[in-house]
């Protein structure tokens, strides 16, 4: 492998500005490499560099989850409906991170709508797993995830709904950061589930991603429930975690896991006390109903969300008949099984008789996680758990078994049912394939669990990743 | 339970055309997934508010100032069928 695809996002990006680097011969090895890219993880790679010549991520290409809107640029979120389309806008936080600096490298595979844990729902066929191409990468940030850890990409964006950030960043090896639901602006990003999407980075190192989450943040007029990021985003330094109270939940750190996740997660937390960090129980009684809150709320906003691809404004279109079979046959055509399969789940979580049992109740167990978290972060400073009870599953394992796939991210959903921001960083190997360690804490703590994060990679030292021998 | 009837209407209110074969698929598997979902039955919730939205903010309003919406041509291109202005769609039949 070359030196140049050696250097971290953040390397690079001082060496171009400190004139050492070229952004010409850095854009053409990832442009080269993006083009050659086996794992399908790439669904358009771009012929020129695009961003700002001068900012402080000048330089340093940036590989971009479908769903993210780009002007001009097919942007299907996946999925066969929205095949041909090209939007006329670009979505903000792209817009911001090109203004930085930062050219398109390319748009990424993902599960279609947002919707999956294995990226085998992609409309444009699955991704593979760079560590072992028999294994999902995760999903449904799964194309960007493997883009990253396979050295196509030095960094990605990737959006996280119940874990669509961690889980794919843990199954390949690197680094995800889902914010604070607010932090980022969602506009131009396809819809999946309103009130918990966020979009955040993917990227080989904590600095990297503090890096990339410094230029995503910030209130937008075209979102309405964006916040101004109370802070400045600092890059992270953090050498010891000494005070720094780390809470340990039963609910999320026993049941279901893996004996090689487990194995790692306990040297992960003997690490924390090594740095001087305390461990304590603390309880969060209603994650364990995470799931059921998450595959009712999520799946009933979808179903709204998604009523706009009818075949009229934009997209496919396919009829055989009237209108009514416009609409039905389009839709039948263009949305793959757990799409549908999702908007069923949402329109009878809504339909009138139902609607009390199922949504209004989801949106109580919601209210009980948010209170769980509450009470744990007023003992702790951060929760740590792994990110997902197992590695990398292999392709098809788990495509007869809707439930089995649900049940993969019990980790992962009761943060963003609270808004509250989570990182998942390598926390070494399991037979072979990485684990992810997964760090939460209070809304818009991310300053704090970059640095936590920041002290534990180095603690860790982990130092793998099929990047290396690209 | 849900059963065939029920997914076949469900499938109406969501516009989706499903196949014999997705109507019995999809019937045991919404069923699967509703048991697991409906162990939330065994909380006390009463008492508890309801969670839309987790973050804490206030109506957020901007002056009403006209400005420039898309232009027409640009919005109609991306659609599958465009005529007079518009975006065409088949008739809505009997």
């Not at chain 1, 939007?87 to 990424?108: D, E, I, Q």
């Not at chain 1, 669509?164 to 690197?174: E, F, V």
């Not at chain 2, 009463?46 to 400005?67: G, I, K, Y």
Request: charged share 25%; proline share 7%.
């Amino acid at each position: 492998m070359s030196d140049l695809g050696y250097l971290s996002a953040a390397q690079a990006a001082e060496q171009i500005r400190a004139g050492e680097v070229s952004a010409d011969e850095l854009w053409t090895l990832y442009r080269e490499r993006a083009a050659a890219d086996d794992l399908n993880a790439f669904l358009w790679v771009a012929d020129e560099a695009d961003g700002a010549d001068d900012g402080p991520l000048a330089g340093v290409p940036l590989a971009v989850k479908d769903l993210f809107c780009v002007e001009g640029v097919p942007s299907y979120a996946g999925s066969r409906i929205l095949e041909g389309y090209r939007p006329p806008y670009t979505a903000t936080s792209v817009r911001k991170l090109r203004a930085a600096g930062a050219p398109v490298l390319g748009k990424t595979n993902m599960d279609e709508f947002a919707m999956g844990s294995s990226n085998e729902n992609s409309g444009f066929g699955p991704v593979e797993n760079p560590w072992d191409r028999e294994r999902v990468p995760g999903g449904s940030s799964g194309g960007s995830a493997a883009a990253v850890a396979a050295g196509s990409a030095p960094w990605a964006i990737g959006t996280d709904t119940g874990g669509s950030i961690r889980q794919p960043a843990a199954l390949c090896g690197i680094v995800g950061l889902k914010p604070t639901y607010g932090a980022v602006s969602r506009y131009g990003m396809i819809a999946f589930a309103s009130s918990l999407d966020q979009a955040g980075p993917l990227t080989r190192d904590v600095t990297d991603a503090a890096l990339l989450f410094r230029h995503m943040v910030g209130r937008d007029p075209c979102d309405s429930t964006s916040l101004e990021f109370p802070e400045e985003v600092a890059l992270p330094s953090a050498e010891r975690l000494d005070g720094v109270r780390f809470g340990v939940p039963p609910e999320l750190t026993g049941e279901g896991i893996e004996d090689g996740v487990k194995t790692v997660f306990d040297e992960a937390l003997a690490k924390i006390e090594d740095l001087g960090g305390e461990l304590e129980e603390v309880a969060l009684p209603h994650s364990p109903h995470g799931i059921s809150a998450y595959y009712v709320i999520a799946p009933a906003e979808a179903s709204a969300n998604l009523s706009r691809y009818d075949g009229v404004r934009f997209g496919t279109r396919a009829t055989d008949g009237d209108l009514l079979s416009m609409y039905e046959e389009t839709r039948e055509a263009g949305f793959g099984d757990e799409v549908k399969r999702r908007i069923m789940l949402g329109t009878y979580a809504l339909s009138s008789g139902y609607y009390e049992a199922y949504y209004g109740r989801a949106q109580r167990v919601r209210t009980k996680i948010a209170d769980d978290f509450r009470e744990a972060f007023a003992k702790v400073d951060l929760i740590v758990t792994p990110t997902s009870p197992t590695v990398a599953f292999k392709l098809g394992e788990r495509t007869d078994d809707p439930l089995a796939m649900y049940l993969s991210d019990a980790f992962t959903v009761p943060m963003p049912l609270a808004g509250i921001p989570a990182i998942s960083i390598p926390g070494g190997l399991a037979d072979g394939l990485p684990v992810g360690i997964q760090l939460a804490g209070p809304a818009f703590s991310e300053n704090r669990i970059l640095d936590a994060a920041y002290a534990l990679e180095q603690a860790i030292g982990f130092e793998e990743g099929p990047w290396r021998d690209a | 339970m849900i059963d065939r009837e029920q997914v076949l209407h469900v499938a109406r209110l969501a516009r989706l055309r499903l196949s014999d074969e997705e109507v019995e698929r999809m019937s045991s598997e919404l069923s699967t997934i509703l048991d697991h979902i409906e162990k939330i039955n065994e909380l006390e919730l009463d008492s508890v508010e309801p969670t839309s939205h987790v973050v804490e903010v206030e109506n957020v309003l901007r002056a009403d100032e006209p400005r420039e919406s898309w232009p027409r041509e640009q919005i109609l291109e991306l659609a599958p069928d465009a005529a007079d202005g518009g975006f065409r769609v088949p008739s809505p039949g009997a």
